[in-house]
């Protein structure tokens, strides 16, 4: 039988392109080799500590591992666990406040809600429009709880990062320096803290906030800027609070002084949308991670002992997972104390793939090139093809989360990084070369 030239081209082609296939394609074991030299022996991940471990999202088999039974600080990746806990015992609504009356007056107490006058997420909240409601007068119960977690450092006070935490927070615990369209001068929130702001000509690089109380120093250049939105933490204290009560809900607020025990508290309820989940995971929300570990604690036990949360955990939640952490101590990763195994992380990640879904799950998360933070890294693709928590202090970086590959395989993961001199985007961009390898052969 003889073919036309036209065909034995096509024929030779067809047998060309199934050739180069063959020989891109890897096996099993050239896949570990790979992994091994690019994971193991990597110059950049060798300059530090590093583990990481590859699991099947269906089965949990282990793909690939490499120190992933070792303890490493893991920075933000604790939400994770801030997350799976919170949505274990909130479900999907929260404690806005606490109320009962007292004749005419309405007694308050908070239950670590985050959103009452939040300067993103306050239109979420429950709590201004029923107080707002009441006609006399309101009076407030404080509770005191320590501003920081454990291990915090203290000298971030002026940093837009780390906010003091509360039983009953106030927008955001944070002083809000933004720019109104058609104002001339920016709005400043709690509106009762605008004269604490003083505008300064000079080295005033952005807002400056003293260590001690609620004075702060604004740029000029960046007072009248038209996109200003910086924030920095308040000192909180009763009295504040009362005030910036009084400012915002234009009511009659006052401190009690005698003990509440004597009344019978309701909850407020309101729901715990994804929006908030959302921003706590893919922006990695500092603040709210604090404030809802805070609600969880008190939804548990009616009181705000973070040590009897973290007691109920180890003995319950994590311990039915096997995923009992040598130490945790605060619902944001601020603190050097706290200490996970990869293996840990992707055992918790798999448990919430099958709690919520794989869809989900990617909604919750940073998406690799489009959301959050790794919106620039991960984008080498047309799709996203990773959906993870990252996680960054001083020569820290932690990454764990859903991996997709080309096959539409779903595979979790968990990198974590310890003490590495220099910048993190060395690491990410070796990150970003092995998960690509993964998403192309797996």
Request: charged share 20%; net charge neutral.
């Amino acid at each position: 039988m003889s073919y036309s030239p036209s065909v034995l081209c096509l024929l030779f082609a067809f047998i060309s392109i199934c050739s180069l296939a063959s020989q891109d394609a890897r096996s099993p074991r050239q896949i570990r080799e790979w992994l091994d030299e690019e994971v193991v022996r990597n110059e950049v991940f060798n300059e530090g500590f590093t583990g990481f471990r590859l699991v099947d999202a269906e089965n949990g088999s282990a793909l690939f591992d490499w120190r992933g039974s070792q303890f490493f600080t893991p920075a933000s990746n604790v939400k994770l666990l801030t997350f799976y806990l919170a949505t274990e015992l909130l479900a999907d609504s929260m404690t806005a406040i606490y109320y009962d009356y007292s004749g005419d007056t309405l007694e308050i107490l908070g239950s670590g809600s985050p959103l009452l006058f939040h300067p993103e997420l306050g239109d979420l909240d429950a709590a201004a429009p029923f107080m707002r409601n009441h006609p006399g007068v309101i009076r407030y119960h404080h509770r005191e709880i320590s501003r920081y977690g454990a291990g915090w450092s203290w000298d971030d006070y002026n940093y837009g990062y780390v906010y003091e935490r509360s039983m009953l927070p106030v927008y955001g615990n944070r002083l809000t320096l933004r720019s109104v369209a058609g104002k001339s001068e920016p709005e400043i929130l709690p509106p009762n803290l605008a004269d604490s702001v003083v505008v300064a000509d000079g080295d005033v690089s952005a807002l400056v906030k003293r260590e001690k109380g609620n004075k702060f120093t604004a740029a000029l250049r960046l007072y009248f800027y038209k996109n200003t939105n910086v924030q920095r933490p308040l000192t909180l204290s009763p009295q504040l609070i009362v005030a910036t009560l009084r400012a915002g809900l234009q009511r009659e607020v006052i401190l009690a002084t005698e003990s509440g025990d004597s009344l019978e508290w309701r909850a407020l309820k309101q729901p715990l949308p994804d929006t908030v989940l959302q921003i706590m995971l893919q922006k990695s929300d500092n603040f709210l991670a604090e404030q809802l570990l805070l609600s969880a604690a008190d939804a548990l036990s009616g009181q705000p002992e973070l040590e009897a949360l973290f007691a109920f955990s180890r003995d319950s939640l994590l311990a039915e997972l096997e995923l009992l952490p040598r130490q945790w101590v605060d619902g944001s990763g601020l603190s050097r104390y706290n200490q996970f195994t990869p293996r840990q992380l992707t055992q918790l990640i798999r448990r919430v793939y099958f709690n919520i879904g794989p869809a989900r799950t990617k909604k919750l998360l940073a998406a690799g090139g489009e959301s959050g933070t790794i919106r620039r890294y991960f984008g080498q693709y047309r799709e996203p093809y990773v959906w993870a928590k990252s996680g960054s202090l001083r020569n820290v970086l932690a990454l764990s989360g859903l991996v997709e590959t080309k096959s539409g395989r779903l595979l979790v993961f968990s990198f974590l990084h310890n003490n590495f001199p220099g910048k993190s985007r060395p690491h990410y961009q070796q990150m970003e070369r092995i998960l690509g390898f993964v998403r192309d052969n797996f």
